[in-house]
């Protein structure tokens, strides 16, 4: 079956850090590029971070640079975000969703998304 | 920095045709991508590349973009078609993916 899972999630004080991780199956997972897009609890979808393919580029949003950074295991089928230094705006439903193509941009539509998992920032 | 900007919410009678705008500075010469959510559930792309269909994706959505408004149209809307619906771009000038603030589509 064609699936991605996250998992990593959970409840974590303000400055703390958390690992997500993301399992592919049942595709091709270093034929297309990754993404996390998190969304905040009654609020829209937010593009958190974007990587190519073969990990070449990554793009990530503004409100996250510095503090996330998001990395892939071909042999393992996974993608991860690993968050640092926290803070409470960070609570969110993360998901990690496929991109239609190998690399990032207009072509890269996130064609296949997991169930999310939620993080709580909160002391 | 580039802006898209959908209406909050918007109504539609079952089997009549629902609207859902996407605004932005000269929209029509970017891929606008839309997605679907239903409560609880992940989105799900139903337009890319302005009006290609991913598979299993109706016939009834169909979308456009042009000068400063990307539109996806949902003919001959049902019950199931109720949802947020989300606009998508990809800004070049800041190599980051955009979303709409989402329009949360009310089928009377």
């Known amino acids: 079956e064609v699936q991605l899972v996250e998992s990593g999630g959970g409840l974590v004080k303000p400055g703390g850090s958390l690992r997500l991780s993301c399992a592919a199956s049942?595709?091709?997972?270093?034929?297309?590029?990754m993404n996390w897009v998190r969304q905040a609890p009654g609020k829209g979808l937010e593009w958190v971070s974007s990587i190519t393919s073969s990990s070449t580029y990554i793009y990530s949003a503004d409100s996250i640079k510095g503090r996330f950074t998001v990395s892939r295991d071909s042999a393992k089928n996974s993608l991860y975000l690993q968050m640092n230094s926290l803070r409470a705006e960070d609570t969110a439903v993360y998901y990690c969703?496929?991109?239609?193509?190998?690399?990032?941009?207009?072509?890269?539509?996130?064609?296949?998304w997991g169930q999310g998992t939620t993080v709580t920032v909160s002391s | 920095s580039y802006v898209l900007t959908q209406p909050p919410s918007g109504s539609v009678a079952p089997g009549q045709t629902a609207s859902i705008s996407c605004g932005g500075n000269?929209?029509?010469?970017?891929?606008v991508l839309w997605y679907q959510q239903k409560p609880g559930q992940a989105p799900v792309l139903v337009i890319y590349y302005d009006n290609a269909r991913p598979s299993g994706i109706p016939q009834r959505f169909s979308g456009s973009n042009s000068g400063n408004t990307a539109t996806l149209t949902i003919s001959r809307v049902e019950a199931g078609d109720e949802a947020d619906y989300y606009c998508?771009?990809?800004?070049?000038?800041?190599?980051?993916?955009?979303f709409g603030g989402g329009t949360k589509l009310t089928v009377l």
């Open positions: 969703a496929r991109g239609r193509t190998p690399g990032i941009g207009a072509g890269g539509a996130f064609d296949l």
């Open positions: 000269n929209i029509g010469s970017r891929s």
């Open positions: 049942g595709f091709t997972f270093s034929s297309h590029s």
């Open positions: 998508q771009v990809w800004d070049t000038d800041s190599d980051q993916w955009l």
